[in-house]
């Protein structure tokens, strides 16, 4: 018996795919993070990552709204008072993160600071919750630079200008390591990523 | 006596915008006049952790740093003997203390504080108490306040 996960991030391409994912394995568990949580309004959304103190200000009470028709939500471990001013004081998870900033890699088992990019985060979260299969919908990356920026994610809004920087140094790494540490998982990426993604155990869907 | 009453603070760094893969800008710190300091990184909403935190020292007002021994995070011991750690990425509203006895130190110090490259950054502060002083403090401006109300 499989247990695919869904794991969906921000990137324009999320609402097109998620329906293409969702098709292929309707019984699969999803998790989500920051603005995507928009996505779910029609569809079960059992995760809902929120830490990025931004993202915060924008989705806590909609992470609070999904949690009545149970979503559970996700957080990073921090003191009391930091997590009631991000709104995330009654997250149903809160995940302790361990290691130096920027660690790019995946240690299974393991909550690791994997520059702290959200998406790096919840597919940890699928990893460590038994996903033999993960589905990657929306994570393809930034294609905004310095010297221009450009709507990076499917509501338009801009993405960081250190975006393809930052896509070398914690999306991709961090990805192509989960590829290399999970052999037993099959993973099914949709989109056009801008970075560079090889292994046996891994599916193009574009 | 009250000890707090006879120290100054001085704003190093004060809070404003969020940084992100970006030292902060900390003012120079004079330490003449004082025998013990305290720097203080305090850390607000932040989301990625510091790639550098250590204190240095110089003879000479903005030039000439360099880096103490013993106060360099993550390579140097803290007081309970362990070594001591980088602000983390989930370090919120946490309290960093760099403290220094001035009598075997230069004058000039200077923080270097690096924040990693994240995706929103965090809100950083440094201030520092200077105590044991030659001449105590006993205005408000000495004290290194606006205003200070007591009971």
Redesign the interface.
């Known amino acids: 018996m499989t247990s695919p996960w869904l794991v969906v991030g921000a990137s324009p391409s999320a609402p097109k795919y998620l329906g293409v994912a969702l098709a292929r394995r309707p019984a699969a568990k999803t998790i989500t993070t920051n603005a995507s949580i928009r996505l779910f309004d029609k569809h079960r959304l059992d995760y809902y990552f929120l830490?990025?103190?931004?993202a915060c200000g924008k989705h806590s009470g909609e992470a609070r709204q999904m949690q009545t028709n149970g979503t559970k939500v996700i957080t990073?471990?921090?003191?009391d008072?930091?997590l009631r001013?991000?709104g995330v004081e009654t997250a149903d998870l809160k995940l302790k993160?361990v290691g130096?900033?920027?660690h790019a890699e995946l240690v299974r088992g393991t909550y690791h600071?994997a520059?702290?990019?959200s998406g790096n985060w919840i597919t940890q979260f699928a990893i460590n919750n038994g996903a033999d299969e993960i589905h990657w919908v929306g994570l393809e990356g930034y294609a905004s630079t310095d010297d221009r920026v450009v709507p990076d994610h499917w509501d338009e809004a801009p993405g960081?200008p250190?975006g393809q920087?930052?896509n070398h140094?914690?999306a991709q790494p961090f990805l192509q390591s989960c590829i290399d540490h999970c052999p037993d998982i099959h993973f099914v990426f949709y989109g056009k990523p801008q970075i560079q993604l090889a292994g046996e155990n891994l599916e193009m869907v574009q | 006596m009250i000890p707090i009453q006879q120290m100054k603070f001085v704003s190093l760094t004060p809070p404003a915008a969020l940084v992100d893969?970006a030292s902060l800008t900390v003012a120079e710190l004079d330490t003449k006049g004082f025998d013990h300091c305290r720097i203080v990184l305090w850390l607000g909403?932040?989301?990625?952790?510091?790639?550098a935190a250590k204190i240095t020292e110089s003879d000479t007002a903005g030039s000439g740093h360099a880096d103490v021994t013993g106060l360099v995070l993550a390579t140097s011991d803290d007081i309970e003997g362990n070594t001591s750690a980088?602000p983390?990425?989930?370090?919120?509203?946490?309290f960093f203390f760099f403290d220094i006895d001035l009598r075997y130190r230069k004058r000039y110090l200077d923080a270097t504080i690096t924040v990693?490259?994240?995706?929103?950054g965090?809100y950083y502060t440094v201030f520092a108490v200077l105590s044991r002083a030659d001449k105590v403090p006993d205005t408000i401006a000495e004290m290194g306040a606006v205003e200070v109300v007591a009971v």
């Open positions: 830490s990025d103190h931004v990073l471990q921090r003191v008072d930091a001013t991000r993160a130096p900033g920027g600071h520059g702290s990019l960081p250190r920087f930052i140094r914690c | 893969a909403a932040t989301d990625i952790a510091c790639s980088l983390t990425a989930t370090d919120d509203n946490g990693g490259d994240g995706t929103a965090g």
